[in-house]
């Protein structure tokens, strides 16, 4: 995309103390903007939250999310993006999977879109040091880069918000007319419908509904952009989504990459959505998944402006989630961004369109829109004992599943009284900042940061020791504070039966163990939920837990190798009980080779129960169960 061209613009010193309100009033007025789009732009890129001076996952700064991507990857910890094992089948051990490391890119190699903080300093007159850090000042130097996409359109400074719409398709750094015209829908539907939030320095922001307005959506075709090849993409009108399509290709030795043909949902019902994030930029990620020796899914999203890729047809089935019978029964999507990165955000734009594309997923395959249906990667539970501790841990703590779950239509919001059997994991996402290590270096605590995730200890008091994990801790050690460990961590729409309540504490049934968390009435963590839960049938002193939910021997047909049912390193004990997700059949995908006539599913007469265990989901087999409503 061609960078703009417009004179700097004289402004006076930008005024810090001053609340944000009145920085968005006056940055708008001195660079001739309507602080309706100037306040619904700010709002789809950063819901007006500065983050402290730190950059977002694409490099973006400040309430108006101006790129410096380079000083960003520069100062961010630098991670590698690898999947231990590609499928999480042990019927095959894959050659390919292995660890790839990001490499930084220099201000050449990145679009203009992750670029915008110079060119606001080349037109504000500003530094871009103090666009980085000052809020006053990167509002002032998003209002001049509006400013400038409306000039050099030959259109006029207008007061009239509706004839902006071509600047603002400009602004998301779109450069195809698809992602450019639905990031412009996108802040036009803020402006009709209006938003008040109070932000991460504790400032409330409001901007009024304008619900009439009609903006001039024709402009967009003045831009000069291009047209995104949309392919045999499967994705809902109110989204743009482009075809980059995975390869599909054998390379000798009896290997191939990087995914599975299937038939689904004739041959296997697909049941979950895996969020992902992708540990690595746009550009990377999507050398990634062209890679016929690596590993793949079927959409990733653009932090950005919400632009989504299908790289898979949805009824072929994904190397995505390190466990096989999860892939063979999900989708996956990956989010462009950085797990330990503790500052590191998700925009708007990207939060919108993934929940547009999740409900279009969720309706066209009936899947529940609940979080044992929408998984983490970090849900997803490890297949056997041996794979536990390689489990991907992302997207992580600071994933605001809260708000994900409102523009999914689906808040978590309380449905029994105060004596409930079952509560939803529900902190309130920008005061909850629980410390976490290792964002950086190993023990050293990660910068304050709002999260979804709620700690667990042994006892009802912040001083007892976090829960154990058996399985990924097998000598017994007690889990930590580290952002990728999960062995003690309830998140946001997480259901669990609640074992005890003692004051200011909940106690719930976890990994097989009573597990305490802090819940004061005050500031509650969690809110009151009806459901259904499970415990072991009547004599049953235990019964085994599952990462995944095979057939029985007898359903193998010939030539079809039997997989093993291995109970993983956990009891479910008599008196506990657990809430449940999902009942399903025994099901196994059998596809070793690149030839797919031999490709089956076999599906057995033993039945499964999905539970919430722990941090992961689980399998329990219905026979060994007695299912109640709580």
Known sequence: MPLLVAAPSATAEPREADSLQRQFAAAAARQGVPESVLLAVSYLQ???????????????????????????????????????????????????????????????????????????????????????????ANIEGGAALLAAAQRESGRPLSADPADWFGAVARYSGADDTATATTYANDVYDIIRGGESRTTDSGQVVTLAADADIAPATGQVESLGLRTADAGRTECPRTVACEWIPAPYQ?????????????????????????????????????????????????????????????????????????????????????????????????????????????????????????????????????????????????????????????????PFTPSAGPDAAVVTIRPDYARHQPVYTGCVKAGQACAPHGSGAVRLHTAP????????????????????????????????????????????????????????????????????????????KDGAAEIPVYGRAYPEASAYPAGVPVQSVSPLPYKLLAGQRYVVGDRTPGEYYFAPVFDTTGHKVVRGREEYYEIQFGHRVAFVKAADVRVSRA
Do not use: C
């Open 46 to 136: 950063s819901r007006w939250d500065g983050h402290g001076g730190a950059p977002s996952v694409t490099g973006g700064y400040g309430p108006m999310h101006l790129t410096d991507a380079v000083t960003a990857l520069a100062q961010a910890p630098h991670h590698s993006h690898g999947e231990e094992d590609a499928r999480g089948d042990d019927s095959r051990t894959p050659r390919h999977g292995a660890e790839t490391q990001t490499p930084l890119p220099t201000a050449a190699d990145l679009p203009a879109r992750l670029k915008t903080l110079d060119r606001a300093a080349a037109l504000s007159g500003i530094p871009a040091e103090e666009l980085r850090t000052s809020t006053a």
């Open 250 to 410: 054998e390379f000798g030795d009896g290997d191939y990459g990087n995914h599975d043909k299937g038939n689904r949902p004739a041959s296997q019902s697909i049941d979950y959505i895996i969020v992902h994030d992708t540990e690595a930029t746009w550009d990377v990620t999507l050398k990634l998944v062209q890679d016929p020796t690596y590993v793949s899914w079927q959409y990733s999203l653009r932090s950005s402006d919400g632009h989504i890729a299908q790289h898979l047809p949805l009824k072929d089935v994904g190397w995505h989630a390190g466990n096989w019978f999860v892939n063979a029964k999900s989708v996956g999507l990956e989010h462009e961004g950085f797990l330990t990165s503790p500052d590191s955000w998700y925009t708007e734009a990207m939060y919108r369109t993934s929940a547009r594309l999740v409900r279009h997923l969720a309706k066209l395959y009936d899947i529940p829109l609940d979080r044992q249906h929408v998984l983490g990667h970090d849900n997803v539970p490890g297949t056997v004992t041996s794979t536990i501790r390689g489990m991907h841990t992302d997207p992580g703590p600071y994933w605001d599943w809260a708000h994900y779950f409102r523009l999914l239509g689906r």
């Open 461 to 536: 008091s912040a001083d007892a020791p976090l829960l154990k994990d058996v399985g990924l801790r097998p000598g017994g050690q007690d889990s930590t504070t580290g952002v990728n460990d999960t062995g003690a961590r309830a998140s946001t729409g997480q259901q669990y039966a609640v074992a005890e309540r003692r004051g200011d504490w909940t106690a719930i049934w976890y990994l097989g163990q009573k597990a305490w968390f802090h819940n004061p009435e005050a500031e509650p963590t969690a809110v009151n939920a009806r459901g259904w839960v499970l415990s072991p």
